[in-house]
């Protein structure tokens, strides 16, 4: 089977590429990203090596908003797409929402009026659970729960997704879209909550933490993502959308904590700062779907997921000392500021 992966040098993209790689041997892999500024060959550099000739895996530095670079790509053959490029950080949608809408909503219909274009049998659109809004202090998200959007980015999102839905509707295409829950592990730029603490506290730096601290999220380990997005990518029932959920749900002050504890660091490196505008207070994800009918199942609890986390960003400080320069610290430097 031959692959495109857009995105694939970002966070989760980057773990996908790895797992595909690792598990089939006799895949090709095409790895399409623009590398923005959360974009790093750095992430893949071994399986680049290992790669060699090119023949198993291939990277490709274009936008997926560039319709000719697409469809570069598709005219020589790919067996099915799997959109993980997005701009993804809340933060900077408020700071500025067109580039979200450009990549998020724009990049997507170019991606699916090419897939229709060169007839490819399947395309996956890896969206969020942000895209239902926000939970009150019970219940879970469904696949069934009403599209809500409370950022610019999740709003993005749910455009793209709507889309996706559109061109199964309207053009019979073998689409899918995974929705998931909060995300950490190797590879996540530090500017998300957990890969951002972490690397603070090594500094003796102030853990920013927003309001109250008591925001809940459910979260799951990346290698736990990659093997659903697998099980939908090869078994997923065309035109249908599966929740995938870690069932850990914590509020970032546990997961700050827990940060912390484990670093060996003093809880007064907590600083708490005004609160982000919208900052949806809970998300919960039932994911009773994809263990049904695909029969995924998690491997990762909080505490193993957390510990290997935790050594693999104390393990690679020169990955995240480069990153940690820059343009990010001045984009940070700004927000916090503002708030």
């Not at 505490?303 to 000392?321: A, R």
Request: aromatic share 12%.
């Amino acid at each position: 089977m031959k692959l495109l992966i857009t995105g694939g040098a970002g966070f989760i993209g980057s773990n996908f590429v790895r797992h595909i790689f690792n598990t089939y041997p006799e895949y090709q892999i095409i790895n399409l990203d623009k590398l923005t500024y959360a974009g790093n060959l750095d992430n893949l550099k071994d399986i680049a090596d290992i790669a060699g000739d090119g023949s198993r895996y291939r990277f490709v530095r274009g936008d997926i908003s560039d319709k000719a670079v697409v469809e570069s790509i598709l005219t020589d053959g790919v067996d099915a797409v799997i959109n993980f490029a997005a701009e993804s950080h809340v933060d900077r949608s408020i700071d500025d929402s067109r580039i979200f809408v450009d990549t998020n909503v724009v990049g997507t219909t170019i991606l699916l009026d090419a897939c229709l274009k060169y007839k490819i049998n399947r395309y996956v659109q890896i969206s969020t659970d942000e895209v239902y809004g926000s939970l009150g202090p019970t219940g879970k998200f469904s696949e069934i729960t009403p599209l809500a959007p409370n950022s610019p980015y999740s709003a993005s999102k749910t455009s793209a997704d709507l889309f996706v839905r559109a061109y199964y509707e309207t053009y019979g295409m073998n689409t899918l879209i995974t929705r998931c829950s909060n995300n950490y592990g190797p590879y996540q730029f530090p500017e998300k909550l957990i890969p951002l603490f972490i690397t603070n506290a090594y500094g003796d730096n102030e853990l920013p933490l927003y309001g109250d601290g008591m925001n809940i999220r459910d979260w799951i380990f990346v290698t736990d993502h990659c093997c659903a997005i697998d099980l939908v990518l090869h078994k997923g029932i065309p035109g249908q959308v599966y929740n995938i959920g870690g069932n850990e749900e914590k509020d970032n002050t546990e997961i700050t904590k827990t940060i912390l504890k484990a670093m060996n660091k003093p809880a007064s490196l907590i600083k708490y700062v005004k609160d982000r505008p919208g900052h949806d207070r809970r998300y919960a994800i039932d994911d009773t779907k994809i263990k049904k009918e695909l029969g995924w199942t998690q491997e990762y609890d909080f505490e193993t997921g957390m510990n290997e986390t935790v050594k693999w960003y104390l393990d690679n400080k020169e990955w995240w000392d480069k990153i940690k320069t820059g343009e990010y610290l001045e984009f940070y430097s700004r927000w916090y500021e503002g708030r």
